[in-house]
């Protein structure tokens, strides 16, 4: 999770040139970041109800992160070959906490 959001972070160390892309990188950064830090919350979380409720705020940024990825690429903000490991870690991350939801529900 912290590898994803770092990845988001470089992607965008350079501010974007349009004004729709730099609020779409900002969010970006933002949900992306919120993912791992809610992630972070749930390993350290005592009941399964508190766990749950961390992975189902991770899972929503990290669909978040999704939609706005997408976008981005439907606009030609982002050219897909530059973040195409971004767009697949995002799926597998999403895969692994819809697991972990069902595991602790």
Avoid at 4 to 23: H, T
């Amino acid at each position: 999770m912290r590898n994803f959001a770092a990845s988001i972070v470089l992607v965008f160390s350079n501010k974007p040139i349009s004004y729709a892309g730099d609020y779409l990188a900002k969010q970006l950064i933002r949900s992306a970041c919120s993912s791992a830090l809610n992630f972070g919350e749930f390993e350290g979380a005592g009941t399964n109800k508190d766990k749950v409720n961390k992975l189902r705020l991770t899972l929503k940024e990290l669909r978040e992160s999704q939609r706005n990825i997408n976008i981005q690429l439907k606009s030609d903000l982002l050219i897909r070959d530059n973040v195409e490991q971004i767009v697949r870690e995002n799926d597998e991350l999403i895969r692994i906490v819809v697991t972990l939801i069902k595991k602790y529900s």
